[in-house]
């Protein structure tokens, strides 16, 4: 088998992984925050409010990015979130992502555009609600793709 169709083949497998595993990661925060679960050392200089706003779209987005369910629409919100993130919260410590702790709010923001566009890949309640195989593709999100 050529290396191109088995690229091909493996692809929405891949991308459902690197899906599920962001999502996880991303819920993880918002389980910290919501449920003090896995507790985090220094938390605690947020007001409760944001707190409560922050954990709740980290905590609601992970699980729908992880279910694969309005993927699109889910991971555009995210990256924006974690770009407003990045750019409040670490961009005023220092210029440098290493020094001001940024790395995964830009890795988050970037996987979030990277999902938005690419799709939720294969295990996903959106390519349940496409309808069957043969009249989607593996990247799309849209429902009216393939009718």
């Known amino acids: 088998m050529e290396f191109a169709a088995v690229r091909a083949a493996a692809t929405p497998y891949a991308l459902a992984i690197l899906r599920v595993m962001t999502g996880l990661l991303f819920l993880e925060h918002g389980s910290a925050k919501l449920l003090g679960f896995p507790a985090m050392p220094g938390a605690g200089h947020e007001s409760h ?3 409560m706003f922050t954990g709740t779209i980290e905590f609601v987005g992970g699980a729908l990015i992880v279910a694969g369910f309005l993927t699109g629409i ?3 919100i995210l990256s924006g979130y974690m770009a407003v993130a990045y750019f409040l919260a670490h961009a005023p ?4 992502p290493l020094l001001n702790h940024g790395e995964s709010a830009i890795f988050f923001c970037f996987i979030f555009l ?3 566009v690419a799709g939720p890949g294969a295990w996903a309640f959106d390519g349940a609600r496409a309808g069957p195989p ?4 593996h990247g799309d999100w849209s429902p009216t793709v393939g009718r």
């Open 49 to 51: 409010a944001m707190l």
């Open 74 to 76: 889910v991971a555009f």
């Open 93 to 96: 410590q220092d210029f440098f």
């Open 114 to 116: 990277f999902l938005a």
């Open 134 to 137: 043969a009249r989607r593709r």
